[in-house]
Nanobody, 124 residues
């Protein structure tokens, strides 16, 4: 059974950092891409970052480039999203999701299995 569980969200001041984790089970990170997505109230879900082990894809949305870093630990079946220099506009519910193969355009509609999400709030 495919499962993804996010953790690491919270309340942080602007300029602060958080590290999100996505623990996966039921499949191998060797063959699947993992994407991070976020959704703020009243807005459409958007892709933040994606990584695929087999093909070496690492992609970021323009809005987070230089601030966020995605990484993986295949032995622990976990993907991380290190978020630095956080801004109020980063406030959202963050999800991880998976698809077989490459990241592609990491459109959320192409990802079939999702976690429950973890809330990130950036506020002073």
């Amino acid at each position: 059974q495919v499962q993804l569980v996010e953790s690491g969200g919270g309340l942080v001041q602007p300029g602060g950092s958080l590290r999100l984790s996505c623990a996966v089970s039921g499949f191998s990170l060797d063959y699947y891409a993992i994407g991070w997505f976020r959704q703020a109230p009243g807005k459409e879900r958007e892709g933040v970052s994606c990584i695929s082990s087999r093909y070496g894809d690492i992609v970021y949305a323009d809005s987070v480039k230089g601030r966020f870093t995605i990484s993986r630990d295949n032995a622990k079946n976990t993907v991380f999203l290190q978020m630095n220099s956080l801004k109020p506009e980063d406030t959202a519910l963050y999800y991880c999701a998976t698809r077989f193969g490459r990241c592609g355009s990491y459109n959320y509609k192409d990802f079939g299995s999702w976690g429950q999400g973890t809330q990130v709030t950036v506020s002073s």
